[in-house]
């Protein structure tokens, strides 16, 4: 029984006696019996036209839930593979093996451009001039579809001539180049390369990259594991000086901070045959210095992947028409093209149609995909790149009315969007059917209305059945659900007791959640964010031991004479606005507030992230509540004056006690720290021999005596803040 009928009935049931008088005993169900046959035609148009329109809203709505669904999922995998990708390039650059590869190749490319290190023969140079004129030249114009001029691109330098003769001009396919270990020519370079490229081609081809490249401090390419024509050449000043490759090292190398990543949008890149190339680059140094740069042409196949679903898109529930795809800052794809994968001559044909240049078209056809070809000036593209999010209905790329969905992906370095659609015929396909369907059950329906007269009986029921979906609505966690109270007494007051009842049920939820979001504040307050991922996570012991770490124990001196002739209260006031203060203050330092007493601040830097300058950062961060100690107490006219101990070295974290726990630091770096402030009776800052190692020039310290330790007396140095930069 629709909710028009029911509505019409409900009035029935509740007419004066007077009216029943007037029926003279014609029953309920003969009463319900005309009135059926006499509006069935008209509730089942209107029936129909409201069905249509909700079956079409949700349609739609469901539609545009799944394309966000999908839009949110290929998000993230790009997301998470770029992710990975930094992280797997960190750490290779890190490594022992990296680095000493760097050294040896760039010493050996160096040994090569002596005068009588690389001397080729005239045969020798007949085969690169040869090979640039007979092999890369035509194949980089057949890939760009114009004329390209090959000896624009042949290397000066000796060095980088000699490489290629050997490793790049006897290959015409980058399967063989990766494959050979030593061309056998004797040189110091082939002997480094067989020791070296294993490591390389193994990262290469496990990883799926596209090319791993090394640059020497110079901006020269020491190795490639492909041997391309880049091998050999110099980034900064050679024939590929303009590509992203060459503005990615320029930045890796001049911001000097190690575990850095250089990420780059792909751009055509001739050693690639102007196909769209991006790199991942990040330095390489030794003892602080940077050495040079370990560049990753990043893996264009495992890009695709994502954003097709592995070539199944029905089963990423994009249905018989609908892809998700990339689009960068120019308004070019950046992953391929659904419809040329599937059916190449209906995608030139859609293509052409929607305005795509034939030489643009020839060439997605011939490299069988858009990436960095395919123009998408759409309005959800517009949209997208504009930074917003959301769905609409419009013309796609090839001119066809979709469904999409839209937003921004958060790749440092790239400006990429991310757009999931479907054609809307396939999306409303059903309500067509829908349609047809209605008109058959239209015709039905009038035929057997006599009969549903016996069934009406239900529509008692039909309260019981609102109180049931409610509860139901309930039970899947909905709050604030309210039920028509009814006309009949009985049911009121059951209604009316459930409407209290939701009442009360949506008031405790808001109350959880209230207590919920305090929890967490207090959690956040306490302890660093990997803790508390741990302790929620169940861990009953949670320690980690910390090799680096910068550690300080500072006393505020003069405060317990302050604070002497003043209330609890106002002590604790004032200390907790001084701890304020402090703790804002780390933040730019990228220090931590581990705990505070009357008697001390205790604060760490490397703890939760690692920082290779930490010690420089505590002392800079040392100095700066030294000046907010000073303002306190110029502000308070009172003699108060930070004295503080800092030392680098082993410390353990974790939280300590069951029933009442709190988040502590601990260990021989901590036990330092405190013993240099506490038995000093001046103030100042107070640094261990191995802070003061590891501090630049600009911090000015003096001796100021020796303490103690297990391991023998050391040097104690103080911090000369007048002269320190």
């Known amino acids: 029984m629709s909710h028009a009928e029911d509505e019409r009935v409900r009035p029935t049931g509740m007419r004066s006696t007077a009216a029943h008088r007037r029926r003279a005993g014609l029953s309920i169900q003969s009463t319900v019996l005309v009135m059926l046959l006499a509006v069935s035609v008209t509730s089942n148009v209107l029936v129909g036209v409201i069905g249509y329109v909700n079956a079409t809203d949700s349609l739609r709505d469901a539609a545009f839930q799944r ?21 797997t390039v960190v750490v290779h650059s890190r490594g022992q093996s990296v680095i000493d590869a760097t050294e040896a190749f760039s010493a050996a490319v160096e040994q090569l451009e ?28 057949a890939a760009t579809g114009s004329t390209a001029d090959a000896a624009a691109f042949v290397p000066t330098s ?23 270990d030593d061309a056998g020519d004797g040189s110091d370079w082939s002997a480094v390369h067989a020791q070296y490229h294993d490591y390389f081609r193994s990262m290469t081809e496990l990883l799926d990259y596209e090319d791993v490249l090394l640059i020497d401090a110079r901006g020269i390419v020491v190795y490639s594991a492909y041997k391309g024509v880049d091998l050999g050449t110099d980034v900064l000043t050679g024939p590929y000086r303009f590509t992203t490759l060459a503005a990615a090292y320029g930045e890796a190398v001049g911001g000097n901070l190690l575990g850095e990543v250089t990420l780059t949008d792909f751009d055509t890149y001739p050693p690639s045959l102007n196909l769209p190339a991006g790199w991942a680059v990040t330095p390489i140094g030794r003892d602080g210095e940077i050495i040079g740069a370990m560049a990753v042409e990043l893996p264009i196949d495992r890009v695709s992947a994502v954003m097709t679903a592995g070539g199944d ?19 070019l794809m950046r992953s391929p093209s659904r419809l040329l994968i599937e059916n190449p001559d209906a995608f030139a044909t859609a293509a052409l149609a929607a305005g795509t240049p034939r030489e643009v078209l020839d060439l997605s056809v011939a490299r069988s995909t858009t990436l960095g070809l395919q123009p998408v000036r759409t309005a959800a593209a517009d949209d997208a790149l504009a930074g917003r999010s959301g769905t609409m209905i419009a013309p796609n790329y090839l001119g066809r009315e979709t469904l999409a969905a839209y937003g921004p992906a958060e790749v440092p370095g790239v400006d990429w969007v991310v757009i999931a659609e479907i054609d809307s015929a396939e999306a409303f396909a059903p309500v067509t059917e829908f349609t047809r369907n209605l008109v058959v059950s239209s015709a039905v329906l009038a035929l057997v209305v006599s009969v549903l007269s016996l069934l009406l009986a239900r529509i008692f029921v039909s309260p019981l059945r609102r109180l049931a979906k409610a509860a139901q609505r309930i039970a899947a966690g909905e709050s604030g659900v309210t039920v028509d109270a009814g006309s009949n007494d009985e049911l009121r007051q059951v209604s009316a007791a459930f409407n209290d009842m939701s009442r009360s049920l949506q008031v405790k939820a808001e109350l959880l959640d209230e207590q919920r979001a305090e929890s967490e504040r207090l959690l956040r307050a306490l302890m660093p964010e990997p803790v508390i991922r741990r302790y929620r996570d169940g861990d009953q012991t949670i320690a980690e031991d910390h090799a680096d770490v910068s550690v300080m124990y500072a006393d505020i001196v003069g405060f317990e004479a302050f604070s002497r002739d003043r209330g609890s209260e106002a002590t604790l006031e004032t200390l907790n606005e001084l701890v304020r203060q402090f703790d804002e203050a780390g933040a730019p330092f990228g220090v931590e507030h581990v705990r505070t007493t009357t008697k001390g601040y205790l604060a760490s830097c490397g703890l939760t992230v690692p920082r290779i300058d930490n010690a420089r950062r505590m002392v800079d961060y040392a100095i700066e509540l030294t000046r907010i100690v ?35 630091l601990w260990g021989d770096a901590v036990n330092l720290a405190f013993r240099l402030q506490a038995e000093r009776t001046e103030s100042g800052i107070f640094v261990t021999e191995r802070v003061a190692t590891a501090l630049p020039a600009t911090v000015r310290l003096v001796e100021a005596g020796l303490i103690a330790t297990a391991q023998g007396e050391q040097r104690v140095w103080r911090v000369d803040m007048e002269h320190s930069g």
Do not use: C, K, N
Request: proline share 3%; aromatic share 10%.
């Open 313 to 331: 898109w029905s089963q990423g529930g994009l249905g018989d028409t609908g892809e998700a795809y990339l689009v960068g800052v120019d308004s």
């Open 158 to 180: 000796a060095a980088a001539r000699y490489l290629q003769v050997h490793y790049t001009a006897p290959h015409t396919d980058v399967a063989s180049a990766i494959a050979v």
């Open 630 to 664: 000073d303002r306190f107490s110029a502000q308070w006219g009172v003699p108060l004056a930070l004295r503080a101990g800092v030392d680098l070295g082993e410390a353990s974290s974790g939280l300590v006690g069951r029933a009442h726990m709190v988040y502590d």
């Open 114 to 141: 002596q005068p009588d290190q690389a001397a080729l023969d005239d045969a020798q140079l007949g085969s690169l001039f040869r090979y640039y004129d007979e092999v890369f030249g035509p194949a980089l114009s």
């Open 67 to 87: 394309l966000i669904e999908v839009r949110d999922s290929r998000t993230r995998e790009v997301e998470r593979l770029f992710s990975t990708i930094e992280r």
